[in-house]
């Protein structure tokens, strides 16, 4: 029963996004082809969130623990 | 209401007319009364009509999604041009030949551009034909596209019983035949179908007399015509109709911003302290421009403040009444009425036929000598043929039910069922948390569903409920406010009412439509029953 519910949601929630990005109106094989460079862009922004973020994230905390660093043994 | 005179012609064809009208009828006793009495009961209603005209503005996260969806409609678009353009795909649109292309491109401007990429993909929600006559219900043939709409052909299917939300049939004149019309029929067999003349040859049947005698005694009226050396303020929001007509009378026009009355102070004392543009002369004539109710917004017009600003500087004003004759107003005259002003504040009263009188054609009333001087002098008096007998007498018929000529009431009840359906139609909306525009005592109702796509997934969803509405998008509405646009009419009754809100209602949930900031607040009760308590 909840799974039913669950599905109609997100069957809403892909009719809200055919809407409000026009492919709703648009022919099967452009849907198509809007779906996949759309999927593709959004693989290709988590594939890089996923590479990049933790080592900018360490790499910017090091820069910032040098400099915290430096100021405390100036400052000593 | 010294001047008794005046007339008001009308004729198959807009704006002209010719014919000898009567100015001082026997009426006219009868007519200073009733325009006395009118004016003791319209003072107090006046000052409750400045009124609460809404014009919301959406979150801005609609505005975002509505930009997005054109950009993406105009990148497929641009991408299926190109694709035409190599020959990869069929072009169906029109192009030009061959042996044109060295010449100026026709089809580029972003006109044809949308036509071809965005109309065509959600072009079924327009032209649908019907078959039958367009009142509260109404049948609509069904059709199917094999092409993505550029083709369509019937299946042979009739969708019966359509609940008509788009028809001006604002009190509900445009039936079936039914007894009442009885005298139409009549008057086909003794004058036959047409007339098969122009107004200044034989074209003029007593008919014709008729019906301008009795509209001028409907619009209890009596001129500014525009020549050269003139000047028209025209509101920005008025119909393309009017921009080109005064665009060739030659004039010069000036546009003011939607209803706004410093704006248009402004632009009249700048006209009369710096004359005219070269010369700096003083202008002939200045000619306001307005409408009474605007289709599109559904807002009336500040008729007051404009009376008045057009007293202090002299300038002349011309209304143009196709939506608000016989809609709005306390026994359906029009705006002039419904706020409760002298007839000669107007100068020139424009108005149409084919909306609340449930015919064709339209008339242009004011002063004798302006009446007069169009009958001699405009064209399609000269050149086109007159109105037809059986459409003369239809629009008779609706004026005397209307100012209850014909001994009962029924004109009076359905000025006031209309008045009462937009203001329930109206609350409902509003609580339902939908944006609408225009005046609350406006029977054109438009709705705002801003996206393209929303536009033609509300109308089909509609259609398949059984109820008809138009939907308006860009080049008749600012690219960003796509709408859609209710006619309320008389002949609705609450339970067609309550079935289109419980629609509504289900169409605003699934495809996101309730907008207003302003849910289920209680709105003031505006004293609009005092209004209508006219002796009769």
Redesign the interface.
């Known amino acids: 029963m909840d799974f039913r519910r669950v599905k109609e949601y997100f069957s809403w929630l892909y009719y809200q996004y055919q809407i409000i990005s026009c492919c709703a109106v648009l022919e099967p094989w452009e849907r198509s082809m809007f779906n996949t460079i759309l999927l593709t862009i959004f693989a290709m922004v988590v594939y890089t969130a996923y590479v990049f973020i933790p080592i900018h994230i360490r790499l910017a905390w090091e820069f910032f623990s040098k400099i915290c660093g430096y100021h405390s043994t100036v400052s000593n | 209401m010294a001047n008794p005179g005046g007339g008001a012609v009308c004729n198959g064809t807009l704006h002209n007319h010719k014919k000898q009208s009567n100015g001082s009828k026997s009426g006219t006793g009868t007519k200073n009364g009733i325009m006395k009495e009118a004016q003791q009961n319209g003072k107090p209603h006046f000052y409750d009509n400045l009124i609460v005209e809404s014009f919301e503005e959406a979150p801005l996260h609609v505005l975002v ?1 509505t930009y ?3 950009g ?2 105009t990148l ?1 678009g641009y991408f299926r041009d190109f694709l035409r353009n190599w020959g990869i795909e069929k072009c169906n649109a029109a192009i030009e030949r061959e042996e044109q292309k060295d010449f100026v491109p026709l089809y580029q401007d972003f006109e044809n551009f949308y036509t071809r990429n965005l109309y065509m ?2 072009r079924d929600n327009w032209n649908r034909p019907i078959c039958s006559a367009p009142g509260p219900h109404f049948d609509v043939m069904e059709r199917v596209s094999d092409d ?1 709409n550029w083709t369509f052909r019937f299946t042979g299917r009739i969708i019966k019983d359509v609940i008509n939300m788009g028809s001006y049939n604002f009190l509900g004149l445009a039936v079936k035949y039914n007894e009442s019309m009885r005298t139409i029929k009549d008057v086909l067999e003794t004058y036959g179908s047409g007339v098969a003349s122009t107004r200044h040859e034989m074209g003029t049947l007593d008919k014709h007399k008729e019906l301008e005698d009795l509209m001028a005694k409907f619009l209890n009226v009596e001129a500014a015509m525009v020549f050269g050396g003139c000047l028209i303020l025209s509101d920005e929001l008025n119909h393309t109709s009017i921009v080109l007509g005064a665009r060739l009378s030659g004039a010069t026009i000036r546009p003011f911003k939607h209803n706004n009355i410093q704006d248009l102070e402004k632009l009249l004392r700048d006209a009369i302290i710096y004359g005219q543009p070269r010369t700096r002369r003083a202008w002939k004539k200045i000619l306001i421009l307005v409408e009474g109710i605007y289709s599109m917004e559904g807002s009336i017009v500040n008729l007051p403040q404009i009376v008045a600003l057009k007293k202090k500087y002299k300038a002349y004003l011309y209304m143009d009444e196709a939506h608000s004759i016989g809609a709005v107003g306390p026994t359906g005259r029009g705006v002039r009425e419904f706020f409760g002003m002298d007839p000669d504040d107007v100068d020139v009263y424009m108005g149409t036929f084919t909306k609340s009188f449930g015919a064709s054609g339209g008339y242009i009333a004011g002063k004798k000598e302006l009446v007069d001087y169009l009958r001699v002098h405009s064209h399609s008096a000269v050149y086109a043929t007159s109105m037809s007998p059986p459409i003369a007498e239809q629009i008779i018929r609706s004026l005397k039910l209307i100012m209850g000529l014909d001994g009962t009431t029924q004109g009076l009840q359905r000025i006031r069922q209309l008045a009462k359906n937009t203001k329930y139609f109206r609350e409902k909306l509003k609580e339902m948390g939908f944006i609408i525009y225009g005046n609350d005592k406006s029977p054109v109702v438009p709705v705002l569903l801003y ?4 536009v ?2 509300f109308a089909r969803h509609m259609l398949d409920r059984k109820i008809g509405v138009v939907v308006v998008g860009f080049p008749a509405t600012p690219l960003a406010e796509a709408r859609a646009r209710f006619c309320i009419s008389a002949a609705h009754t609450r339970e067609m009412l309550d079935t289109v809100l419980e629609a509504l209602d289900e169409m605003g949930d ?3 439509l309730k907008y207003s900031r302003h849910r289920k607040s209680a709105l003031p009760v505006l004293n609009d029953e005092m209004n209508f308590e006219l002796d009769d």
Do not use: C, D, E, N
């Open positions: 999604f997005m969806g054109y993406i409609g497929f993909r959600i993505y996206m393209p796509s929303k033609a997934a699934l495809l996101h």
